[in-house]
């Protein structure tokens, strides 16, 4: 079975960091493209950042503060996120891509974890 499994979210304060990580089983995660999506309620799911089965790496926001990166021993992506904003606060997603090319739209993704929230606050 396939599955994608999010953790790290939590509650951090403004200027604050976490990691994130996306674990995958039953399929070997550097096959795939990973990106990491966000989403609020009453808004679109939103791309955050990618890496490619070749491991080229896109950001669609804030490139400066958000870093993705691949454990192909761990089967894992991680997304380390820094000098955080309340704005940043969202539940966050990863998601698998057949195809090895990046992509900022969540459609061609075909599988995705439960999410794991983030809440930026003071």
């Known amino acids: 079975q396939l599955q994608l499994v999010e953790s790290g979210g939590g509650f951090v304060q403004p200027g604050g960091s976490l990691r994130l990580s996306c674990a995958a089983s039953?399929?070997?995660?550097?096959?795939?493209?990973i990106g990491w999506f966000r989403q609020v309620p009453g808004k679109e799911r939103e791309g955050v950042s990618c890496?490619?089965?070749?491991?080229?790496r896109t950001n669609s926001t804030d490139a400066d503060r958000f870093t993705i990166s691949r454990d192909n021993a761990k089967n894992t992506v991680y997304l380390q996120m820094n000098s955080l904003k309340p704005e940043d606060t969202a539940v966050y997603y990863c998601?698998?891509?057949?195809?090895?090319?990046?992509?900022?739209?969540?459609?061609?993704?075909?599988?995705w974890g439960q999410g794991t929230q983030v809440t930026v606050s003071s």
């Open positions: 998601a698998a891509d057949r195809s090895p090319y990046c992509s900022d739209s969540p459609l061609p993704y075909d599988y």
């Open positions: 890496i490619s089965s070749i491991g080229s």
């Open positions: 039953g399929f070997t995660l550097e096959d795939y493209a």
